[in-house]
């Protein structure tokens, strides 16, 4: 017994996922670093921008209070800033940010340095945080009067995760798409293989790759094709059976019939040459066993026949080629009709492409059964033609067939009632061989309730216009 793998599929999701995560967490940290630093240079700009806008104005209200309180507090807004105004000494000069704590110079002298001497500096406070430290100049003497402190406010927290997110949604949606794709490719063509193996390609296989199996859909298609070999052989085997069995047995009915010939002429010469009482009355018994003989022959021949032709339908299902001819329904009809004085009415004659010793064995089967079930009453026949095909309806007066046998009764040797019993002819094969020759043609065999609610029973036979394709 070969070793099977059961992991390997395992593992290509488990490498699909696990790959697609790390991916999208790489480039969501990488987008989220790119928006925020993007954002706090835009930020850097406008800020120094302002700052050296308001300068003058800045300077001028140290002086007051109250207009230094105004104006810090515009600049935020403008911003979107904290903002916060000392001395050259860092005491704060402002309420707005006083209680904000300042970061803590790395260098604080050479800071101080480089504001006394009108530079502004911009530190990074760490994650794109940065803080801008802008000198105040006086206007009229030059020098440094104050110092104004601006750093952004708290960026959203949730940028990183929802950025982070999406595109690992989205990662996870192309991995997931590029999976899904690829198993389901393959178990498409098991499917379809399925379908047409189901359709009578018997000899049809799931194609796989050369070496081993590579996973577990791999060893799916194996075992597929297995049974699929193993289904093909016991159906070709069954039907080489069957052949066989019909061909073997042709000959001791052959036989028989010799034999029954030889006793009819025997009997013959014994009517001539014996007139005793006894000897006519042995010679009735003779008669009906030899009548019983005939009869059981004729019926064992109708069954290998009804078999071969079972055989033959099998293998017009599964692409056997019927043999195919024009044939009008309604000649047909009336043909068939007047061997049981059946009454026909059709449409104009519609004509179809058919077998014709079928189509005229399959409404044989249903008038056979429909004068069996009514010996006395009227039999019709109505040919039809509609949007999809041709319609065949045979109606009868007999006890009809309850709603819940109307599928049994095409089952092979079903037989429903007395009116159907094989002393009345018939070995329960008449429905199951018209199925098969309806669906040989692409149609089908209902059995259904009269359409004037009258009693009896309604056969129908649905044909297409245009015969299944063979190949």
């Not at 009108?118 to 990074?124: D, I, K």
């Not at 003497?141 to 690992?168: D, F, H, K, Y």
């Not at 590029?178 to 399925?194: I, K, M, Y």
Request: hydrophobic share 40%; glycine share 8%.
């Amino acid at each position: 017994m070969k070793q099977r793998r059961r992991s390997s599929l395992f593992w290509r999701i488990y490498a699909t996922v696990v790959i697609t995560v790390l991916a999208g967490t790489a480039v969501g940290v990488a987008a989220t670093w790119f928006i925020l630093q993007e954002r706090s240079e835009r930020w850097v700009g406008q800020a120094l921008e302002v700052l050296e806008e308001k300068n003058d104005t800045l300077a001028q209200a140290l002086r007051e209070p109250e207009q230094l309180e105004a104006t810090v507090e515009a600049m935020g807004e403008t911003l979107g800033t904290r903002v916060r105004v000392t001395d050259p000494k860092g005491r704060p000069l402002t309420r707005r940010g006083a209680r904000d704590e300042g970061p803590p110079p790395r260098h604080p002298r050479r800071h101080a340095k480089a504001l006394r001497q009108g530079r502004t500096l911009v530190l990074n406070r760490g994650q794109n945080r940065n803080l801008i430290l802008f000198p105040l100049m006086d206007p009229d003497t030059g020098r440094t009067v104050g110092i104004v402190s601006v750093r952004p406010n708290e960026p959203p927290r949730g940028i990183a995760l929802t950025v982070s997110a999406l595109t690992m949604l989205l990662l996870l949606g192309l991995g997931a798409r590029s999976l899904s794709r690829s198993l389901t490719s393959r178990l498409g063509r098991v499917e379809a293989s399925a379908l047409r193996i189901a359709g009578g390609e018997l000899s049809h296989r799931v194609v796989t790759p050369q070496g081993p199996p590579a996973d577990e859909l791999d060893e799916l298609a194996l075992s597929f094709n297995g049974m699929a070999d193993k289904l093909e052989a016991l159906i070709q085997g069954q039907r080489v059976l069957l052949a066989n069995v019909s061909h073997e047995l042709r000959t001791p009915i052959a036989r028989v019939r010799v034999v029954l010939e030889i006793l009819e002429g025997r009997v013959e010469q014994i009517e001539k040459g014996d007139t005793d009482a006894a000897a006519a009355k042995h010679i009735e018994r003779l008669r009906k066993g030899l009548s019983d003989i005939g009869r059981d022959a004729q019926e064992l021949e109708a069954l290998i026949g009804d078999l071969l032709t079972s055989g033959r339908l099998e293998l017009s299902v599964a692409g056997g080629p019927l043999e195919l001819s024009p044939v009008r329904l309604d000649e047909l009809s009336e043909h068939m009709a007047q061997r049981f004085d059946a009454t026909v009415t059709s449409t104009p004659a519609p004509t179809i492409q058919g077998d014709r010793m079928l189509l005229e064995r399959l409404l044989s089967n249903l008038l056979s059964n429909a004068r069996r079930a009514c010996p006395d009453g009227a039999l019709t026949v109505d040919v039809s033609t509609h949007d999809n095909g041709y319609v065949i309806a045979v109606e009868d007066e007999g006890r009809g067939i309850a709603p819940e046998d109307r599928e049994v009764v095409f089952e092979p040797f079903r037989r429903l009632d007395e009116a159907r019993s094989r002393d009345k002819g018939g070995v329960g094969l008449g429905l199951y061989l018209s199925r098969q020759i309806a669906r040989a043609h692409g149609g089908d065999v209902l059995a259904q309730s009269r359409t004037d609610a009258a009693p009896g029973a309604r056969m129908v036979i649905e044909l297409p216009k245009t015969p299944p394709s063979r190949g």
